[in-house]
């Protein structure tokens, strides 16, 4: 299991030092942005498997909580001129009290009422923002949201990129502290066997709300970064397939990794861009990659990766 | 003094009565052993201690506190832990990992000390290994440390249950029937184990099928049948006892006579 200790620090750096150079090498403004929009769908891919890998529960509504982290920063912009070191807490807070609320009402009753109230939340936040029209600008979108300003210095495409990378080194740090904490080995033990979790005194609603905390705060930021980013923001956000392409992301990457979510994101946000070009075939691509890594790694791409480096050690484990 | 008292505990499956109006007492460090036919009630019961069902009716006292109907995680933070009649493990998980997962009961450190590792959850990981390492050593299963749960034989499969319930350092342990399955050298070595638990100051209430087994370690037994206590007494006094013998011939036929 342990690694030689400066192997594992080298693997750890060598990554982060070529992250942060790709603006050095990278001027193009068009891969810039595609890095930073994978950014983005690292953050949601990541905090999403908090749900999915870590305590195993299917949130069907994280596009949701995107949204509203976005919806909110975007609002406090546009009608109150609130920046976004003010929108992005607030973001933050209000998706992780939603996420509270939902997660005490829930996670009691248990069964399917968890998939199906974050499914039904989408949907709703969908019509309000599209109806609410004196508000939300319905369908037509928000626009004119501030672009990020930081001691009067305009963000470019390469400061975005430093902003969207230090959140997800962050991120993943939480992600990965969290994990090996008795935190992370009680989300496990519930999602591994909850009448056992329960026997060793843990309790499982407490911790289930827990984790879908964090889970939407990290989504709500990752909304509010958008809305500044892009500076418009429509109902859209809050369509299913968005929760759907991250449920995908997780799942091909391999759930309950803190790497696999990174991977996945990465996967599924370039490979359509780099399949714009034979854009006949795109779609079938796509499909044919998600075939591929449901039947051939069922685990996902990093924990299939991981076992074959691993096979020889004899220890094997499912969530490292 | 008696760390746990029932009273009066009854438990309804719609018309069927599981346990019916079943009350007894366990001294500190006392081994009691509950023995019956199968279908009599006795894993029942056990779930109904354990917070697993909420009782119909009864109270149920742990070191001087109702718990009847509180949660089993409550139950078990306030050191009353169980085992499982069928294996029940963290499958996906490692040994070693599961025994840290176990200690959760005893662990404090809050998120943010955990998220900026502050000395004091470096500290307590330290201390969860070494429990971890100690159990292992315990059970003889520090070459499997890092084996997933699911991998290892069945016998060392029901080691590790004990194992894990060990971890969150219980007042208390209720075992279902740990020895169900297992072959003769490793139940006399299931029987060491139980024995040293109680030196450790552990109480213990079992249930269990092996009559050589609960004969021999038991302090006292408790005899159910159709979900009522039909005898209480010394290993002796059970053995000899025409209610017990009449209640096993009725129903499981069990061999008292070794
Ligand atoms: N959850 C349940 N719902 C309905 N009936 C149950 C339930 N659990 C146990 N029973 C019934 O209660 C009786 C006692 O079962 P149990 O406690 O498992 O017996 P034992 O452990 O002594 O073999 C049996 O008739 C069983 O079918
Ligand atoms: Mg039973």
Same mark, same amino acid.
């Given at each position: ?27 193009? %403004?068009?891969?810039? %942005? ?34 509203? /982290?976005? @919806? ?88 975005? @990129? ?14 990965? =502290?969290?994990?090996? $904490? =008795? ?45 500044? @980013? ?48 034979? #854009? *006949? ?31 020889? =050690? ?7 | ?18 346990? *019916? *109006?079943?009350?007894? %007492? ?14 009599? /009630? ?41 085992? +499982?009649?069928?294996?029940?493990? +963290? $499958?996906?998980? $490692? ?13 404090? $450190? ?20 070494? =429990? ?17 749960? #699911?991998?290892?034989? @069945? /016998? ?14 219980? #007042? ?10 297992? %072959? ?14 109680? #030196? ?59």
């Amino acid at each position: 299991m342990k690694m030689n200790k400066t192997t594992t620090k080298l693997l750890q750096t060598i990554p982060v030092l070529i992250l942060l150079a790709v603006p050095v090498v990278v001027t193009n %403004n068009y891969v810039l %942005n595609v890095l930073i929009m994978a950014g983005i769908w690292t953050l949601l891919a990541s905090s999403l498997n908090i749900m999915i890998g870590l305590v195993g529960q299917l949130s069907m509504g994280h596009a949701a909580f995107y949204g509203i /982290g976005a @919806y909110i920063s975007g609002l406090l912009s546009v009608r109150l001129g609130i920046p976004i070191w003010l929108g992005m807490p607030a973001a933050g807070l209000a998706t992780t009290f939603l996420g509270y609320l939902i997660g005490k009402l829930t996670f009691r009753v248990r069964g399917s009422a968890f998939v199906l109230v974050t499914l039904g939340l989408g949907e709703v936040m969908r019509l309000v923002t599209n109806n609410w029209m004196s508000l939300t600008n319905g369908p037509l979108g928000l626009q004119g949201i501030s672009p990020v300003k930081l001691f009067g210095v305009n963000f470019t495409y390469k400061h975005y @990129y430093y902003f969207i990378l230090l959140l997800v080194l962050l991120v993943s740090y939480i992600i990965w =502290r969290i994990k090996n $904490s =008795r935190f992370g080995r009680a989300f496990i033990a519930m999602n591994e066997n909850e009448p056992l979790a329960n026997a060793v005194a843990i309790h499982s609603e407490r911790f289930l709300v827990l984790a879908f905390m964090i889970s939407t705060c990290i989504a709500g930021i990752a909304g509010s970064f958008y809305a500044h @980013y892009v500076t418009f923001i429509s109902p859209d956000l809050f369509l299913l397939s968005n929760t759907v392409t991250i449920v995908v992301m997780v799942i091909v990457g391999g759930k309950g990794t803190v790497l696999g979510p990174i991977v996945g994101a990465i996967i599924f946000t370039l490979l359509p861009e780099w399949l714009r070009a034979i #854009d *006949n075939y795109r779609m079938l691509i796509y499909g044919l990659i998600l075939m591929f890594s449901i039947l051939f790694m069922k685990r996902g791409i990093v924990p299939s990766f991981a076992r074959i480096i691993k096979k020889k =050690r004899g220890a094997l484990h499912e969530y490292s | 003094m008696s760390i746990l008292k029932v009273e009066g505990v009854v438990q309804r499956f719609g018309g069927l009565v599981a346990v *019916n *109006n079943v009350g007894f %007492n366990v001294g500190q460090n006392e081994i009691v052993s509950i023995i019956g036919p199968n279908g009599a /009630g006795k894993t029942t019961l056990f779930n109904v201690i354990a917070g697993t069902y909420k009782p119909s009716e009864g109270s149920i006292i742990f070191k001087g506190k109702e718990i009847a109907g509180l949660p089993a995680a409550t139950i078990a933070k306030q050191g009353l832990v169980r085992t +499982f009649q069928i294996t029940s493990l +963290f $499958s996906n998980v $490692s040994v070693l990992e599961s025994l840290k997962i176990a200690q959760h009961r005893t662990l404090e $450190s809050n998120l943010f000390n955990v998220l900026i590792n502050a000395p004091s959850v470096r500290a307590e990981e330290q201390v969860a290994e070494k =429990r971890a390492y100690e159990i292992l050593a315990l059970l003889k299963l520090e070459n499997k440390a890092n084996h997933l749960s #699911d991998s290892l034989p @069945y /016998g060392e499969q029901r080691l590790l249950e004990i194992g894990i319930a060990l971890a969150a350092k219980p #007042d208390m342990l209720l075992l279902d029937e740990p020895a169900a399955g297992l %072959n003769e050298t490793e139940t006399i070595e299931l029987m060491g184990l139980i024995a040293l638990l109680r #030196d450790e100051g552990i109480t213990i209430l079992l249930v269990e099928h092996d009559m050589n087994l609960v004969m021999s370690i038991s302090d006292r037994i408790l005899v159910l049948a159709n979900g009522t206590k039909i005898a209480e007494g010394l290993p002796s006094e059970i053995q000899t006892n025409p209610d017990v013998i009449e209640a096993y011939l009725g129903g499981d036929i069990m061999d008292f006579s070794e």
